[in-house]
């Protein structure tokens, strides 16, 4: 996944149905003697919409918690996207614009306290190690790092085939990455991790190898392949907001035709355009474990 040398400012087309981190707050400096217990939570995607029910598919949110032994206060640490998932998982197409639109920005989310209902009913809240406050306070530095230049969000992981070993075409990089990457940040920092079972949740299509088509320009743009951005236009009209039930049950009957029977799927990775030629099972959500990472520095103060 490509790094970016800053963030875009977003179009005020892109809008969220619910807001961005609405209790959003700065990262504080902790003392350096802080002793800070960090906690693993998973809780079902859009749990205050849907309660439980994606929970049972094991369509799980990450985030990861912290409480200062000093303050005795809480905070919580998350990633997602700016405008929702749709957004960041297919484009809007524009009358007036020849390319897709795409509103597909994610970023971290850190607040004050942690919301333990939230958490525990349907997923976990588990403590996975303890940092010092020099730890905690060298992980904010590297979080402002990878929240400036890690700017878009990914829904798909693409692999060669369900075999775990199989070949990782293209990773995904959404919430779960994120809370990975801070595991992983901390570890080599000197956290040592408790010995539990994690698991996270993946999208997962599986295809031939990728065929790069090219970028926004070089296929939307003056001098741009006519025939290519019409495939591309048409491959992605079934995926836009419905409105009525007859338009959900026609759009989809165009995406079992594109995805399943014809095996074909256009992929938006690192603003440029690739083709997946898809392979049986084409796509599937899976729950798989990572274990807790093992650091490669020595602990700092704890």
């Not at 199989?166 to 990457?181: A, G, H, M």
Request: proline share 6%.
């Amino acid at each position: 996944h490509r790094r970016f040398d800053y963030r875009p400012q977003t179009d005020p087309y892109c809008q969220a149905r619910y807001p961005f981190c609405p209790a959003g707050s700065g990262i504080p400096v902790m003392k350096e003697e802080d002793v800070i217990e960090v906690y693993r939570l998973q809780a079902p995607v859009w749990e205050f919409k849907y309660g439980d029910l994606l929970g049972r598919l094991n369509i799980m949110h990450d985030a990861v918690g912290f409480k200062s032994s000093i303050t005795g206060k809480n905070y919580t640490m998350e990633w997602y996207e700016l405008f929702q998932l749709g957004n960041c998982t297919f484009p809007h197409l524009r009358p007036d614009m020849d390319a897709p639109f795409w509103c597909n920005q994610g970023a971290a989310c850190f607040s004050e306290g942690i919301d333990d209902a939230h958490w525990r009913e349907n997923g976990t809240l588990v403590l996975v190690t303890t940092i010092s406050g020099t730890m905690f306070n060298e992980m904010a530095k590297w979080v402002k790092y990878d929240n400036e230049t890690g700017i878009y969000y990914e829904t798909w992981t693409v692999r060669a085939s369900p075999d775990n070993k199989s070949r990782v075409w293209f990773e995904s990089y959404e919430c779960s990455k994120f809370i990975l990457r801070t595991y992983q940040k901390l570890a080599d920092l000197g956290a040592v991790f408790k010995k539990i079972q994690t698991n996270y949740t993946s999208a997962i299509l599986f295809s031939g190898e990728p065929i790069y088509l090219g970028n926004e320009t070089s296929i939307f743009g003056p001098q741009g392949n006519k025939t290519l951005a019409a495939a591309i236009r048409d491959f992605y009209y079934p995926f836009k907001p419905y409105r009525t039930l007859r338009e959900f049950f026609v759009d989809l009957l165009k995406i079992i035709d594109r995805v399943v029977l014809n095996r074909q799927f256009y992929l938006f990775y690192n603003l440029e355009y690739w083709f997946l030629p898809l392979k049986f099972p084409y796509l599937k959500v899976v729950y798989e474990e990572v274990p807790l990472p093992v650091g490669s520095k020595t602990s700092l103060g704890v």
